[in-house]
């Protein structure tokens, strides 16, 4: 596979053409930010972290029976995937208080929650990614109410699987932040990453982090946490 021109730099990734009109070529970036860009840094070996993390989540979810966008692991840092158009909506599925629901809602951090709940954002940064209903889902028309169904299905599905996964490891899956795409035949797929700048994840019997939280609240080594996650994933150590 050929890398071809640049497409689009975001804030973790940067994501290339290929000689293949349907698949892209993603290059993860150490950057870090959080608070909508607020806070920044470069995180040496964060690209790979989370390049590694998702490629095995992607391809134990595929093995699974669910569809992705993942197509390969190229690198420590690349990886190819399907193109989509995506859908400018993050899904969060929280499974225990924490974040911005813990603060908006005046809940303590950790609570457990009877039954997963599945909220949209709507992914503007000019608006600082707005928590938005249904209702507003259709006014600003970003996606169909049967595609917010599915949606909805889709994200308790991962959820559901993603919890399995992490137990297995000792982790416990607090909360986490889905994206979709469109293919051209206008199906639904589960793109973007999953990692832990995208997920919180706590030790089961600690509840010592191991995800972005460590940067955004200074708890401590980011890339440490990151690396724990991948190791206890069976994934490698940095061969640098
Ligand atoms: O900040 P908040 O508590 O709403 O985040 C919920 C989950 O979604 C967290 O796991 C967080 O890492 C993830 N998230 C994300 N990207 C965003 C917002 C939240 O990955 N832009």
Same mark, same amino acid.
């Given at each position: 596979? $050929?890398?071809? &021109?640049?497409?689009?730099?975001?804030?973790?990734?940067?994501?290339? %053409?290929?000689? +293949?009109?349907?698949?892209?070529? @993603?290059?993860?970036?150490?950057?870090?930010?959080?608070?909508?860009?607020? #806070?920044?840094?470069?995180?040496?070996?964060?690209?790979?972290?989370?390049? &590694?993390? /998702?490629?095995?989540?992607?391809?134990?979810?595929?093995?699974?029976?669910?569809? /992705?966008?993942? @197509? $390969?692991?190229? =690198?420590? /840092?690349?990886?190819? @995937?399907?193109?989509?158009?995506?859908?400018?909506?993050?899904?969060?599925?929280?499974?225990?208080?924490?974040?911005?629901?813990?603060?908006?809602?005046?809940?303590?951090?950790?609570?457990?929650?009877?039954?997963? @709940?599945?909220?949209?954002?709507?992914?503007?940064?000019?608006?600082?990614?707005?928590?938005?209903?249904?209702?507003?889902?259709?006014?600003?028309?970003?996606?169909?109410?049967?595609?917010?169904?599915?949606?909805?299905?889709?994200?308790?599905?991962?959820?559901?699987?993603?919890?399995?996964?992490?137990?297995?490891?000792?982790?416990?899956?607090?909360?986490?932040?889905?994206?979709?795409?469109?293919? $051209?035949?206008?199906?639904?797929?589960?793109?973007? $990453?999953? =990692?832990?700048? /995208?997920? %919180?994840?706590?030790?089961?019997?600690? +509840?010592?982090?191991?995800? #972005?939280?460590?940067?955004?609240? +200074?708890?401590? +080594?980011?890339?440490?946490?990151?690396?724990?996650?991948?190791?206890?994933?069976?994934?490698?150590?940095?061969? #640098?």
């Amino acid at each position: 596979m $050929e890398k071809r &021109e640049l497409l689009y730099e975001g804030k973790a990734k940067k994501i290339y %053409r290929t000689d +293949n009109e349907s698949i892209l070529w @993603v290059s993860y970036k150490d950057d870090a930010t959080a608070f909508n860009g607020e #806070k920044k840094a470069q995180l040496e070996g964060k690209a790979r972290l989370n390049n &590694e993390i /998702t490629s095995l989540i992607f391809k134990h979810l595929e093995a699974e029976g669910l569809e /992705t966008h993942f @197509v $390969e692991r190229l =690198s420590e /840092t690349d990886q190819l @995937v399907r193109k989509v158009d995506i859908v400018p909506l993050e899904v969060v599925v929280r499974n225990q208080v924490a974040g911005s629901m813990a603060k908006r809602l005046g809940l303590e951090e950790g609570l457990k929650l009877a039954r997963p @709940v599945v909220e949209f954002y709507y992914k503007d940064d000019a608006l600082g990614d707005p928590l938005i209903t249904e209702d507003h889902i259709a006014i600003l028309a970003a996606a169909t109410p049967e595609e917010v169904d599915q949606l909805k299905l889709m994200a308790r599905k991962v959820n559901e699987h993603l919890q399995k996964l992490f137990a297995t490891i000792d982790i416990k899956l607090i909360d986490f932040k889905l994206e979709f795409g469109r293919t $051209e035949s206008g199906e639904l797929l589960l793109a973007d $990453e999953i =990692s832990p700048d /995208t997920c %919180r994840l706590w030790d089961m019997e600690t +509840n010592e982090r191991f995800d #972005k939280d460590l940067f955004r609240r +200074n708890l401590g +080594n980011l890339q440490a946490g990151y690396q724990e996650i991948l190791t206890r994933l069976g994934g490698p150590t940095c061969t #640098k």
